[in-house]
């Protein structure tokens, strides 16, 4: 027996195995990262040991050695001057072991058919994930989430993740969409994937994906020249970007007359939130501070805001609290003629989730440090801390107590007052729901989830579900002396009876309208409505991540003052930003939404030189294969919506940490991989056409 008889079993064996394993790389991408990573690996495996076994290398260069190492060397060098060596050497250790997916699908895909077998298993699965997501997001939509959340479902993955893989599989088909010549029956399939896959990432309502599919197809359209459709998609997305109406109005209206009669005015910035006193309506109008208007609507006073006030409520007669996007608070006295002057100034201990006013007093639902209750505005260190109440999202309290909700352990809970002013825990219940709202009434408490409105009941010390309502998205209950009013996001209005353990619904008001606050006063309902474009919002100033991504990027250029040379590390930045940011900023992020930032932060500036370099040599890779390709049927399809992806990618990399993300970064070297293999073959095949 020859070495090649016994050699042979060996290489079909490995290879039928790690054919295996790359179907499960490939059907994962964007469903499963713990699939992926056992594929990847898997295969990665086979490759070396069938290297070793046969001593047959089918790795080769790339042309991407020299960035590779020197990103790499950023990365270790960085490590050792980290003010945390043991997390950025294990973050090292990630950013090593990935990069080789360029390598082993390019090793792999060592034929055009294998190549082509690889791109439609990929986008198959991709495809299947999209429509399933799509199901998901009909039901969020349907049950009024994205207005209560303000993003999509997470599926398979977080949002933003899954927003990022969606706008590859949009962009790469975009371009067999407008590049690929054949049949028109796989014209029209393509069309359809197309859309299907345009229908998802809009349902991820992900702006950073959006902007990088745009920016990704536009630029397909310029490597095309296909200049009227560019200019058209251009000036489109222009047009829906400035051109959109933004509309913020009060509302009054008489739910029992017949004519439905209504009064409204538009208001000057963004109604948030409002308290009527008498003939005057006190507006947090978000991007103008506090404004005061009388009911026909004109502006009588106007009190700016150092940041964005989002919610005023009256605290005792005479006096209002306005709080502010950020944390920080005012004390506002009502004086007459609806004049409204700030006082006092504060923030909340902690990052505050829900507000609650009751019994004269000022509560503060604080995730990260319990329950605080404010009890004089003119004093405000008089207060009563309930550090162990961490975690808690929402605070519902009347005379007799308090209701929470514990997000990090899904418990909605009951406590009453003790006699020393402490809180004794009575009964809780466990309940799972990404969204929710919490009302307590004596012994009554209603909490709205993401699917219906729960009725409990406290009965001898015990917490009990008494019945559950077909009702999503009520977000505010108002209750006067004499009725009790419901109102959902979507603009439906409910009278709630309520007596003993019996409580009725009755929807008396459909406005149709984006509710923001409303009030009960005697036979009229006042409500607050705003409408606004969540794609304009990516330039919006005042949106409320755009503030989250200014204050970390400011933040991230005062940490890089202090570590220019070589970064703090690729260590999450969680801890060292907590130390850099403003007092009153409380949340706490591990990375910076910024990809070109956060290097700076964590490789310095010499580290910053060679990612430009990478991520430079990357796009001028796939521009040299689609220029050697653009003549090749499927090839060159698939090598332009590579071109395109990594295109889309490094735009959303101005607003987003896509480079750290572990889904993505395998995406854009899968892409990459096969996009060699693609050209590899090409030369390969030209050189045997010329020896023939």
Wanted: aromatic letters at 16%; zero cysteines.
């Amino acid at each position: 027996m020859n070495l090649t008889q016994t050699i042979s079993p060996v290489i079909n064996k490995f290879d039928r195995v790690l054919f295996a394993f790359i179907l499960i790389f490939l059907a994962s991408m964007t469903n499963s990262i713990f699939l992926n990573q056992i594929g990847y690996f898997g295969a990665l495996f086979l490759i070396l040991a069938r290297w070793y076994k046969t001593r047959e290398n089918k790795f080769f260069r790339t042309g991407l050695e020299i960035p590779f190492i020197l990103f790499l060397t950023a990365e270790l060098v960085s490590a050792l001057f980290s003010i945390n060596q043991s997390q950025a050497f294990t973050i090292f250790f990630k950013r090593l072991v990935l990069i080789p997916v360029v390598y082993m699908i390019a090793a792999s895909a060592d034929s055009d058919e294998k190549a082509k077998l690889y791109f439609k298993v990929f986008v198959v699965a991709a495809l299947l994930t999209v429509v399933v997501y799509l199901g998901i997001a009909y039901r969020h939509y349907i049950l009024q989430l994205y207005r209560l959340e303000s993003k999509g479902p997470s599926v398979f993955q977080y949002v933003m993740t899954a927003g990022g893989l969606m706008s590859f599989i949009v962009i790469i088909l975009f371009a067999f969409l407008v590049n690929e010549k054949t049949e028109l029956k796989y014209r029209v399939l393509i069309m359809i994937s197309f859309l299907i896959s345009s229908a998802a990432l809009i349902s991820s309502y992900t702006r950073a994906a959006w902007l990088g599919a745009f920016a990704g197809i536009l630029f397909i359209l310029l490597i095309k020249k296909y200049w009227k459709l560019l200019t058209l998609l251009a000036g489109a997305f222009i047009l829906l970007l400035f051109v959109s109406e933004k509309e913020s109005k009060i509302w009054s209206i008489n739910p029992d007359s017949i004519e439905k009669e209504q009064i409204s005015f538009n208001t000057e910035g963004r109604a948030v939130s409002f308290y009527k006193s008498g003939s005057f309506i006190y507006v947090a109008d978000y991007e103008k501070g506090v404004s005061v208007y009388n009911m026909s609507g004109n502006l009588l006073h106007s009190n700016p805001t150092e940041a964005p006030a989002t919610r005023i409520e009256l605290w005792k007669p005479g006096f209002v609290l306005i709080y502010l996007i950020d944390s920080r608070f005012h004390i506002g006295e009502l004086f007459g003629e609806g004049e409204i002057k700030l006082t006092a100034a504060s923030q909340t201990p902690g990052l505050t989730r829900d507000l609650e006013f009751n019994n004269s007093s000022f509560y503060t639902a604080d995730f990260d440090s319990g329950l605080t209750v404010y009890n004089n505005p003119l004093d405000l260190s008089d207060r009563i801390r309930y550090p162990h109440l961490e975690g808690i999202a929402r605070v519902s309290a009347d005379s007799s107590g308090i209701a929470t909700y514990d997000i990090k352990r899904s418990l909605l809970s009951v406590y009453e007052y003790d006699n020393d002013e402490s809180l004794k825990l009575i009964d809780t219940v466990t309940v799972k729901t990404p969204t929710y709202y919490v009302w307590k009434f004596g012994q009554t408490l209603l909490f709205q989830t993401d699917k219906n409105l729960l009725h409990f009941q406290l009965q001898e010390d015990s917490l009990t579900k008494i019945d559950e309502y077909d009702i999503q998205g009520i977000f505010r209950i108002d209750k006067s002396d004499s009725s009790m009013f419901g109102a959902t996001v979507g603009g439906r209005f409910y009278n709630i009876g309520l007596n003993n353990e019996e409580i009725k619904f009755d929807l008396i008001l459909d406005v149709g309208k984006n509710i923001t606050d409303f009030a009960s006063d005697g036979n009229r309902l006042i409500y607050s409505t705003l409408k606004l474009n969540r794609l304009a919002s990516i330039i919006d100033p005042y949106h409320e991540t755009n503030i989250e991504r200014l204050h970390l990027w400011r933040t991230g250029f005062k940490i890089l003052a202090d570590y220019p040379l070589f970064g703090v590390g690729d260590i999450d930045l969680g801890q060292i930003y907590s130390e850099y940011k403003p007092e009153y900023v409380k949340e706490n992020y591990g990375h910076l939404h910024n990809n070109y930032i956060h290097f700076l932060v964590i490789l310095g500036i010499a580290g910053f030189i060679i990612v430009v370099y990478l991520l430079y040599s990357i796009f001028a890779l796939n521009l040299k294969i689609y220029k050697h390709l653009k003549d090749i049927p499927f090839s060159s399809s698939y090598s332009l919506g590579t071109l395109g992806a990594f295109t889309g990618f490094l735009v959303s990399g101005l607003a987003e940490w896509n480079f750290g993300d572990q889904e993505i970064i395998t995406m854009v070297w899968f892409t990459l991989g096969l996009n060699i293999a693609f050209y590899k073959t090409y030369i390969r095949d030209g050189i045997n056409r010329n020896r023939e």
